[in-house]
C-alpha cells in the first residue's frame, strides 16, 4: 500500500477535489427573511423523475432559513461569477444581507433569483436528510432558465481558498 493510499481522507479530499465540480449558489426566502450561500455538495439523483440534492452546512444562516422554506432555487455559476460565488461563499448571512451587494429579481415562488448567472432552477423541498454536518434538501424540479451555450461554469478551484462564511 503507498503512502498515498494509506491516509483515506487526504486521499479521498484529493480524489473529490480532482473532479472540479461545478459551483452552484442556493437562495431561498421564509417568514420575510431571504438568504442565500454557495454549495461546496449539490447534484442531480434521479432522471427519472428528475431530482437534485442540495446540501446545507448546518452552521450556514441560509440553512435556517431553508429549513422553514418550502422552495429552493439554484444558481449555476458561470467563470465570470467570482466575484458572486466570493460573496456568497465567504460573507455571511448572519452578518450582511448580500442581496443588498447582489443583483436579483423575485422569481418564482417568491424565491430571489440572482440574474448574473449561467443559468438557475427552483425546486419544491421533498425532503431533508442529515448527512452529517450538512443536511441533503432533494428537489423536485418546478421552474428554471437554461444555461447560454458556450459559456464555461465556474469551478470548485477556483473558490477552493475561500474561508466559508457561516458562523454564527
Request: charged share 20%.
Amino acid at each position: 500500500m503507498s503512502h498515498k493510499e494509506s491516509d483515506p481522507r487526504s486521499t479521498f479530499d484529493l480524489a473529490v477535489a480532482a473532479a472540479d465540480a461545478s459551483m452552484w449558489i442556493v437562495t431561498t426566502a421564509a417568514g420575510g427573511q431571504r438568504a442565500g450561500c454557495l454549495l461546496g455538495f449539490a447534484t442531480q439523483v434521479s432522471i427519472d423523475p428528475r431530482r437534485f440534492l442540495a446540501c446545507l452546512s448546518k452552521r450556514n444562516h441560509t440553512y435556517g432559513v431553508a429549513c422553514r422554506a418550502s422552495h429552493l432555487a439554484i444558481h449555476l455559476l458561470s467563470e465570470e461569477s467570482l466575484a458572486l460565488a466570493q460573496l456568497f461563499g465567504s460573507k455571511s448571512g448572519f452578518e450582511l444581507d448580500k442581496f443588498e451587494h447582489s443583483d436579483w429579481q423575485e422569481g418564482p415562488h417568491s424565491l430571489p433569483i440572482l440574474t448574473a448567472t449561467a443559468s438557475w432552477f427552483t425546486g419544491e423541498i421533498l425532503d431533508r436528510t442529515d448527512v452529517g454536518d450538512h443536511v441533503g434538501f432533494l428537489l423536485a424540479p418546478t421552474a428554471a432558465r437554461a444555461p447560454t451555450r458556450g459559456v464555461p461554469p465556474l469551478r470548485y478551484a477556483a473558490v477552493a481558498d475561500l474561508m466559508p462564511g457561516n458562523q454564527p
